[in-house]
């Protein structure tokens, strides 16, 4: 948290409220939230936000200046934010990055993060290039259903960790993919290789359709999420499973709410969501 649709609703609000900025300033409050760049700080001082991208949870401004091109990629898996000056300044000593601008429609942007570590990059078109190579796979959003089921028919690992493991679909994280399964009725430990093929495309089709959704819900506010202008995201009531281990099934299947605790917690209906065997070729 945040995952891709949180991602994606705070690369749109900064897109149309930040594009055509000029950053006057950069505050760096610790010097290792700065993953890698950090000598190149300077070359963004008077450079223009000419975009704002996402790629899986991260956004990235894209900064243009005299012809050449840097990006601030602002990873936001876990507990990162991009906060605008309306969003509430909650234990401010977390604020670790800030952009002072001029010429939008807002006067600064910062990065916010409690973790203590680098969750931003500074990076030149090379780096850019090499830092989503090794990171980001398929964008579960523009992924065709065949490059969906290829990855899948040839994936022994288990349903749940596959759709979370970035380098493979870049954006799912733990509260997606409960919800995705759930209401696709298949196990988190299902073995990807073994599903049966005739339920790929309603797999593929739900997948989008949980994160579409999401996204025009504004995401899913759970611990400290909100949007960058300080909005929370309103899918969390669309939750099924995620979190509610011992409620009934909302199929009303008689079922009660199940929590395995693997790397991460899997949320699911044992009668619902039965681990299936593919005995034939289909
Ligand atoms: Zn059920």
Redesign the pocket.
Same mark, same amino acid.
């Given at each position: 948290m945040p995952e891709l649709p949180e991602a994606e609703v705070a690369a749109r609000q900064l897109r149309q409220r930040l594009v055509g900025g000029k950053i006057c300033d950069c505050w760096v409050g610790r010097d290792d939230i700065v993953r890698e760049g950090l000598q190149s700080l300077p070359w963004y001082r008077s450079s223009r936000i000419e975009g704002v991208e996402r790629r899986g949870k991260s956004v990235i401004l894209v900064c243009g200046r005299g012809g050449e091109r840097r990006y601030l990629a602002a990873e936001l898996g876990m507990t990162g934010l991009l906060l605008l000056p309306s969003a509430p300044a909650k234990h401010p000593q977390h604020t670790h990055f800030r952009l002072f601008l001029d010429g939008c429609a807002e006067p600064e942007v910062r990065y916010w993060n409690p973790r203590r570590f680098g969750r931003l990059l500074l990076l030149d078109q090379a780096g850019l290039d090499r830092y989503t190579g090794r990171r980001f796979g398929h964008d579960p959003l523009t992924m065709s259903f065949d490059e969906f089921q290829a990855l899948l028919l040839t994936n022994r690992s288990r349903l749940k960790s596959l759709l979370m493991r970035q380098q493979a679909i870049a954006g799912i994280g733990n509260i997606y993919a409960n919800e995705i399964l759930f209401r696709a009725k298949l196990h988190p430990n299902q073995i990807a290789n073994r599903i049966q093929i005739a339920r790929l495309p309603d797999l593929y089709g739900t997948m989008q359709a949980v994160l579409r959704e999401a996204i025009r819900m504004g995401g899913s506010s759970v611990r400290d999420y909100f949007a960058p202008d300080g909005t929370e995201g309103r899918y969390k009531r669309q939750h099924l499973v995620y979190a509610k281990a011992g409620m009934p =099934? *909302? !199929? /009303?299947? &008689? &079922?009660t709410i199940r929590r395995s605790v693997g790397e991460r917690s899997s949320f699911y =209906? *044992? !009668? =619902? /969501?039965r681990i299936g065997r593919r005995t034939t070729k289909k």
């Open positions: =099934c *909302p !199929n /009303q299947c &008689g &079922g =209906c *044992p !009668n =619902c /969501q």
